[in-house]
């Protein structure tokens, strides 16, 4: 069966750094993209961007582009989610969802809430 | 760049048959994704390709798509629908798109 597992829970301070994960099971995780998507506090969904973890080949929604890094490691079937200085702003709920036919997402992780706060 | 327009909310009575749409400049061209969200659960794919279901999706779920709306249909709706819903589509200028989202309640 094909799973998507995240990282657990952070709770950060404002300018703190921060790598969540996602790590892929029950397919080769190469020749799927991995999408990663928002979901602020009672809001709805944001896509952020994606990555081909064959080879890295990463694409960014303007909105998230320079704010956030998408990373991958073919090796260990796992992608990132990664801020340099996080921002009360950041405080959500953050999705991994691979993409599939018809450029669906499916399956989702689990999602892994991101609290920044002083 | 591509607006998706769904109503806040939806209410229904069990039993019921339950309509949510997802409006955008010709919608019809493209293809729509439904997700159902329950609360403190990612979201699941219900509906591809306007109107196809994924496998151990209820045949309750359909979907409809023309013109300038997509259509979500839940028909025979139990208290287990209630949730959130999201239309999804991909644009060549705006990439991945998700819609507002749909509350139903089943009354």
Known sequence: EVHLVQSGAEVKKPGESLRISCKGSGYSFTNYWINWVRQMPGTGLEWMGRIDPSDSYINYSPSFQGHVTISADKSISTAYLQWSSLKASDTAIYFCARKHDYSTFDPWGQGTLVTVSS | ?107
């Open chain 2, 1 to 107: 760049s591509y607006v998706l327009t769904q109503p806040p909310s939806v209410s229904v009575a069990p039993g019921q048959t339950a309509k949510i749409t997802c409006g955008g400049n010709n919608i019809g061209s493209k293809s729509v994704h439904w997700y159902q969200q329950k609360p403190g659960q990612a979201p699941v794919l219900v509906v591809y390709d306007d109107g196809d279901r994924p496998s151990g999706i209820p045949e309750r779920f359909s979907g409809s798509n023309s013109g300038n709306t997509a259509t979500l249909t839940i028909s025979r709706v139990e208290a287990g629908d209630e949730a959130d819903y999201y239309c999804q589509v991909w644009d060549s200028s705006s990439d991945v798109l998700f819609g507002g989202g749909t509350k139903l309640t089943v009354l």
